[in-house]
């Protein structure tokens, strides 16, 4: 079956320490996007890819790197400059152009 | 920039209808969602409407566009206990780029 991967379903990590969030797509899809959910808030963009070897900063990058260096794989990584990162992140992906219609189950980190 | 917003709560019986309201900023978006998001999950795509479109009908589900007051709602016929989620409102920004921008989040509770 196609879809997207995240792993893992929770992580804990100390403070001060960078920390990577895997994504990984086997739908054949050129665009991949990391979101972040905080309680009463909407998602925020972090980091979009439209295609390998490319990426832009969403609106609230700074904290955070991404790599694209494969189709299928858009890892996400939460360094030790992120004030707040106790976050839902969501990875999604798209055709390029197209609309956002699959996302991930999430990836629960707590900062300890 | 855009901006998206939404009431964070709605509780309905069992049966009733549900309406959950959005309200949005940019005029010149093309696309608006309805995404679904049950607990620990990521978010399943509902429904999308063109903005040249005023209703869109599918199944229990009734979207209606107001592109003069800029809101969009989302009827649910016959609530169920299983609607009960988390329900994201997006707009696609008119730039191009296809990234969405998403509202709180309206936390739909059915009541049996």
């Known amino acids: 079956d196609g879809g997207i991967t995240q792993s893992p379903k929770y992580l804990f990590r100390k403070e001060g320490q960078n920390v990577t969030l895997s994504c990984e797509q086997n739908?054949?899809?050129?665009?991949m996007y990391w979101y972040r959910q905080d309680p009463g808030q909407g998602l925020r963009l972090i980091y979009y890819s439209q295609i390998v070897n490319d990426f832009q900063k969403g609106d609230i990058a700074e904290g955070y790197s991404v790599s694209r260096e494969k189709k299928e794989s858009f890892p996400l990584t939460v360094t030790s400059a992120q004030k707040n990162p106790t976050a839902f992140y969501l990875c999604?992906?798209?055709?390029?152009?197209?609309?956002?219609?699959?996302f991930g189950q999430g990836t629960r980190l707590t900062v300890v | 920039g855009e901006d998206v917003e939404q009431s964070l709560f709605l509780s309905v019986r069992e049966g009733d209808s549900s309406v959950i309201n959005c309200t949005y900023t940019d005029s010149s978006s093309t696309y608006l969602y309805w995404y679904k998001q049950e607990p620990g999950a990521g978010l399943q795509l509902l429904t999308y409407?063109?903005?040249?479109?005023d209703m869109k009908q599918d199944q229990r589900l009734t979207v209606l566009l107001n592109k003069k007051d800029k809101h969009l709602s989302l009827r649910i016929a016959d609530t169920q206990t299983g609607d009960s989620a988390i329900y994201f409102c997006a707009q696609e920004p008119g730039t191009g780029a296809n990234n969405l921008f998403f509202g709180t989040g309206t936390r739909l509770t059915v009541i049996p």
């Open positions: 999604a992906s798209s055709m390029r152009g197209a609309l956002v219609d699959f």
């Open positions: 409407i063109f903005s040249n479109m």
């Open positions: 739908l054949n899809h050129d665009a």
